[in-house]
């Protein structure tokens, strides 16, 4: 499968705008027609959808272009919540020589010391530290639960500000008093973490430098309620973000009617590759029509997962990717890279323990040590700076030399220079994509994952094929997180997806 998955994209060789993750679905369609002739006329088919022409270009308005800006940002926000477990709002860091932070530095300091002048005066003039004080009131209020009636009760009588208005014209305001009383309660209210944050509070003694930290540590405390927040939703949001993610994409289609232009395009190719004898023969038996007695096209589903697999071999430098995965799109390319890796992985340790003594080879404590060291000088094969061939070479100087310090430790003779010249040999031609066992390792993945995605609501779940034991821990940590990506894009997307192949299917 791995041939032909290779094949089908050797084949294309479009050029897009959207080969950025972060350009959204907006730069997905842009140029989409231009694009998609150039992709086909690369790759003819037996059987092709008949799509009309795009639209003409028309004129939009800003207020059209900032809904639709709009509608994807909160999708993509819904979906990143629902898909992303680790999802945290982070506070907004702008960069030290930017000329936004230099106009926010600017404008803060002339606000600060506004403050301190007005403090300063006899006698004191308190209108911008009240309206501080009231700004905090709102922040702290917006803390509580509706059950925190005390806490409530506290906050509005303390920081009454009609009454801090009349102490300050009889000069009876205490800010140090007030400042005390908003640092207590800040302690009540912030999480763990910010414990520190607030207790330096209570260390600096002049009123303009506390307001400051006070709001700086307020601004950490929004951003954890707004992450306890999205930790509370995300089961409701679970239920509802299918429907949610499919109206906002049927919103955007219904603006731009090519927006399915890439996922047709994709969806075509698998089935091609499917209904090719070729490739028939060299997938599972899932790949074959079911319930067809003369009928030899592929099963929808079976188009749909064999689509997916495409997806861990695309070209992302020269391919548009499909619309519908647009979002997933760095996580494709992390599961992609982290494929690549454990293929390597994976036949350096086939090619070591096939010349090893089996003693040593079944011993689990060795392959579980042999494999983090190949793993630790695999670590940064996905930087654009790592010469695989350099670190090959360094793991077959490391990997001849365990293997002789373990066969010696077992009373076997250790492996001969002619042995070491071979075993190093072969470890070194992992190098190249074409080499024979590396190909069969990656080919033995993707049919794992094909079976595993075939096989994810079954019990129990597929072993891995033979040769990747070493490496079925990590194997399988990469195929539940592709197969749950999976499931979800079928379920916001199957109505799409299942249109587009009803077409394509279809027999003339």
């Not at 994409?249 to 004898?277: I, R």
């Not at 997938?283 to 697999?309: F, I, K, M």
């Not at 060291?373 to 700076?385: E, G, R």
Request: glycine share 4%; with cysteine; charged share 25%.
């Amino acid at each position: 499968m791995s041939e032909n998955l290779d094949k089908s994209n050797i084949n294309e060789e479009g050029k897009s705008k959207s080969n950025d993750s972060e350009q959204g679905l907006e730069d997905a369609v842009e140029g989409s027609d231009e694009a998609l002739q150039k992709i086909k006329s690369g790759s003819p088919s037996t059987q092709r959808v008949q799509r009309p022409h795009s639209s003409p270009p028309r004129f939009v308005t800003v207020e059209e272009l900032l809904e639709t800006a709009k509608g994807v940002t909160n999708m993509t926000i819904a979906h990143e919540i629902v898909i992303n477990g680790d999802f945290r709002i982070k506070p907004v860091e702008l960069p030290e020589d930017s000329l936004e932070k230099k106009v926010k530095d600017i404008v803060h300091k002339a606000f600060w010391d506004c403050l301190s002048v007005q403090l300063c005066e006899d006698p004191p003039t308190y209108d911008r530290a009240i309206k501080l004080v009231g700004e905090i009131k709102e922040t702290l209020l917006s803390f509580l639960l509706p059950g925190h009636t005390r806490l409530r009760n506290q906050i509005t009588e303390v920081l009454d500000l009609d009454l801090i208005k009349q102490e300050a014209e009889n000069g009876a305001l205490d800010i140090s008093k007030l400042a005390e009383f908003i640092i207590g309660m800040m302690g009540t209210l912030c999480a763990p973490v910010r414990d520190e944050e607030v207790k330096k509070l209570k260390d600096i003694k002049e009123i303009v430098p506390l307001f400051r930290a006070i709001f700086s540590v307020l601004d950490l405390m929004k951003v954890d309620m707004a992450n306890f927040a999205v930790s509370s939703i995300r089961p409701h949001l679970m239920q509802q973000s299918v429907e949610y993610e499919r109206k906002q994409f049927q919103e955007f289609l219904e603006k731009h009617p090519n927006s399915l232009d890439f996922v047709t395009q994709w969806l075509e190719e698998a089935a091609d590759d499917l209904m090719n004898q070729k490739y028939r023969n060299a997938l599972p038996a899932v790949g074959e029509a079911s319930g067809s007695g003369d009928s030899p096209g592929p099963d929808p589903v079976a188009v749909q997962n064999y689509a997916y697999l495409k997806l861990l071999k695309w070209d992302h430098l020269h391919r548009p990717f499909p619309e519908t995965v647009l979002m997933d799109h760095s996580r494709f390319q992390e599961f992609q890279l982290q494929l690549e890796q454990l293929t390597v992985l994976g036949a350096v340790l086939l090619v070591t323990f096939s010349m090893a003594a089996p003693g040593i080879s079944s011993r689990a404590d060795f392959a579980e040590k042999l494999k983090m060291i190949v793993k630790i000088l695999l670590t940064d094969m996905h930087l654009p700076s790592f010469h695989l061939e350099d670190a090959l070479t360094t793991v077959g100087e490391k990997v001849c030399l365990e293997v002789s310090s373990c066969l010696s430790l077992c009373g076997f003779s250790p492996l001969t220079m002619d042995k070491e010249a071979v075993l190093k040999g072969q470890i070194q031609a992992m190098a190249s994509p074409d080499n024979p066992i590396r190909r069969i390792v990656d080919s033995r993945i993707l049919t794992f994952l094909e079976t595993y995605l075939v096989s994810s609501h079954q019990k129990p779940l597929p072993t891995a094929p033979g040769g990747l034991g070493p490496v079925q821990t990590e194997l399988e940590e990469v195929a539940i997180n592709f197969v749950r990506l999976v499931n979800y894009n079928k379920m916001v997307f199957s109505p799409y997806y299942d249109a587009i192949l009803s077409k394509i299917l279809v027999r003339p």
